[in-house]
């Protein structure tokens, strides 16, 4: 089981650009959560998938960020019209099931530079 | 709301001595509380949980709801636990997984 893939693993983007992020489940994994973590600051929580539903955005920003889990694909994180601001380290992270007493298996994260 | 604060940005100790990596939380329920480790140019990965209360490479963390505290310890620091480390919060709810980070204690450990 190779893990948690991102791809890619470094992405710049001029300004008003999109940006597509990609995330593989490990094998078996049908909960992906994406997080955010900006220079300096731990990770922040933007959003939890099942296959085909998203079940939690409460830490999307209202416009031009979406993502998808699809029933056969990676997840996908897209940013529409990328801002500096929007430069950060994207990980995400998939779980067999739901609850505390499942662990937790982060990809190595997208590093997101916009110039 | 639920916050998780790691006082420290940076925790410089010498080989073999003790360190402690401070956490607090502010949580209305009942959390379910997490270390993580980051090493050089590797991936996040769980270090320890408090429900299982075990002891993964020497760490231990003890829950202390009174004091809302979930310290990570360890009696000799190695040079190899140098990292960041992060202390994480699930609230257990039907969002799933969903983890409220600290903002992360670097370690070094000097030779």
């Known amino acids: 089981n190779a893990g948690v893939m991102q791809n890619p693993r470094h992405l710049v983007r001029r300004r008003g650009q999109e940006a597509r992020l990609r995330c593989s489940p490990m094998?078996?994994?049908?909960?992906v959560y994406w997080y955010r973590q900006l220079p300096e600051e731990g990770l922040k929580f933007m959003v939890y998938?099942?296959?085909?539903?998203?079940?939690?955005e409460s830490g999307m920003p209202k416009e031009r960020f979406s993502a998808e889990f699809p029933k056969e694909g990676p997840s996908i994180l897209r940013i529409q019209q990328v801002v500096r601001g929007d430069s950060a380290a994207y990980f995400c992270?998939?779980?067999?099931?739901?609850?505390?007493?499942?662990?937790?298996?982060f990809g190595q994260g997208t590093r997101l530079t916009v110039v | 709301a639920q916050r998780v604060t790691q006082p420290e940005k940076l925790l410089s100790v010498f080989k073999g001595a003790p360190v402690e990596l401070k956490c607090n939380y502010s949580?209305?329920?009942?959390?379910?509380l997490f270390w993580y480790v980051q090493y050089s140019r590797q991936r996040l990965q769980l270090l320890l949980r408090?429900?299982s209360r075990e002891s993964i490479k020497g760490f231990t963390a003890d829950l202390n709801k009174g004091e809302t505290s979930f310290h990570l310890k360890k009696p000799f620091a190695q040079e190899e636990d140098s990292a960041m480390y992060y202390c994480?919060?699930?609230?257990?709810?039907?969002?799933?997984?969903?983890?409220?980070f600290g903002g992360g204690t670097r370690v070094l450990v000097k030779p």
């Open positions: 992270a998939s779980s067999l099931g739901q609850g505390g007493n499942t662990e937790a298996f």
């Open positions: 094998k078996g994994h049908s909960h």
């Open positions: 998938l099942q296959k085909e539903n998203i079940i939690d």
């Open positions: 949580y209305s329920g009942s959390p379910e």
């Open positions: 408090h429900i």
């Open positions: 994480a919060l699930s609230g257990f709810q039907a969002a799933g997984n969903k983890l409220t």
